[in-house]
């Protein structure tokens, strides 16, 4: 069964400084794509980084990247100059290219708390 | 007006009570899903919608029933539920790809969540 492990709980990092969530994840299939959500205190889950696991090239969105290590099957999210903004529950997600369609296979989340 | 929007977003329920969770969005989407999300586990997909009809079910108990009268709307009425059904109960739309020779690119929209408590 494909599976996403995000194994920290919980991270702070102070305001201005860059902080790194681990994901790994499990998968039999060589097409597929990697996600970060990101859940602020209730509000809406949004996305914040898509990568294929066909390119090689690290997906980037402004402050946030993504180290993608397609052996390893690692992909975790870098947030430079962290925001008090940015203080959220964060998933992990996986979805194979045969998938359907709204089965995304997330990580138990990482608590990220930035602090002033 | 947010995208997608859930209500009641707090719901406290005895066992025995019918209940139905709303949730509308105005993305001009046409696939709409109920997620679950318990505390310490990974989200859970329960249902999918693609033009109203069901495509998915996540074999969730019958005491949960969706429903989707149109694209924009959708329900998901609660009836004899128990306490270990208690989570936040996530509604999401996105465009539908399916058999039209695209690919979905996992992107969803979701609305911040009904809050349910069974007594």
């Known amino acids: 069964a494909q599976t996403v492990t995000q194994s920290q709980p919980e991270m702070s990092v102070q305001e201005a400084e860059t902080v790194t969530l681990s994901c790994t994840y499990d998968?039999?299939?060589?097409?597929?794509?990697l996600f970060w959500y990101k859940q602020p205190p209730s509000r809406q889950m949004i996305l914040v980084i898509r990568q294929e696991a066909y390119k090689q090239q690290n997906a980037t969105e402004n402050r946030f990247s993504v180290n993608f290590q397609k052996a390893a099957k690692s992909f975790s999210l870098k947030i430079s100059d962290s925001q008090l903004g940015d203080t959220a529950m964060y998933f992990c997600a996986s979805h194979n290219y045969g998938g359907s369609q709204g089965n995304l296979i997330f990580g138990k989340g990482t608590k990220l708390s930035v602090k002033p | 007006e947010t995208g997608v929007t859930q209500t009641p977003r707090h719901l406290v329920m005895g066992m025995t009570n019918k209940k139905s969770l709303k949730c509308e969005q105005h993305?001009?989407?046409?696939?709409m899903y109920w997620y679950k999300q318990s505390a310490k586990k990974p989200l859970e997909l329960m249902f999918v919608?693609?033009?109203?009809?069901?495509?998915e079910n996540n074999s969730v108990p019958s005491r949960f029933s969706p429903e989707c009268p149109n694209s924009s709307h959708l329900f998901l009425h609660l009836h004899t539920l128990q306490p270990e059904d208690s989570a936040l109960y996530l509604c999401?739309?996105?465009?539908?790809?399916?058999?039209?020779?695209?690919?979905?690119?996992?992107?969803?929209?979701f609305g911040e969540g009904s809050r349910l408590t069974v007594l």
């Open positions: 919608y693609n033009f109203k009809e069901q495509t």
């Open positions: 999401a739309s996105s465009q539908d790809f399916s058999g039209r020779g695209r690919r979905w690119a996992g992107e969803l929209f």
């Open positions: 993305l001009g989407h046409n696939a």
């Open positions: 998968t039999s299939e060589n097409n597929y794509y």
